[in-house]
């Protein structure tokens, strides 16, 4: 079992950057993949960013690429997300998420594909 806590999230101006922090409990964090999933009003929740974890590899969505970095910290059962050259349009609830299974370089990008989520933190971008 897998508990998720993110943090971080808030207002920010077009162009700005924020750093959201998912919090895990469970002692065996470090064998779940992990990934970042992102909501907006009215709109599916789609993929954002992924590690394996080992923290080995990792992949992101084209609409975030480059602008966003996704990091682990097996020690103290933390995953986070830099967001970078933030847009109106990433505006939305950020949803972090625990996989278990596949290899110590295996990442998932499918919502299906995740066992545990988070509580999600909202991250608003003013134009």
């Known amino acids: 079992q897998v508990q998720l806590v993110e943090s971080g999230g808030g207002l920010v101006q077009a162009g700005g950057s924020l750093r959201l922090s998912c919090a895990a409990s469970g002692r065996t964090f470090s064998r779940y993949a992990m990934g970042w999933f992102r909501q907006a009003p009215g709109k599916e929740r789609e993929f954002v960013a992924a590690i394996s974890w080992s923290g080995s590899t990792t992949k992101y969505a084209d609409s975030v690429k480059g602008r966003v970095t996704i990091s682990r910290d097996n020690r103290k059962n933390t995953v986070f997300l830099q967001l970078n050259s933030l847009k109106p349009e990433d505006t939305a609830v950020y949803y972090c998420?625990?996989?278990?299974?596949?290899?110590?370089?295996?990442?998932?990008?499918?919502?299906?594909?995740?066992?545990?989520w988070g509580q999600g933190t909202q991250v608003t971008v003013s134009s």
């Open positions: 998420a625990a996989a278990g299974g596949g290899s110590s370089w295996s990442y998932f990008t499918k919502l299906h594909e995740y066992d545990y």
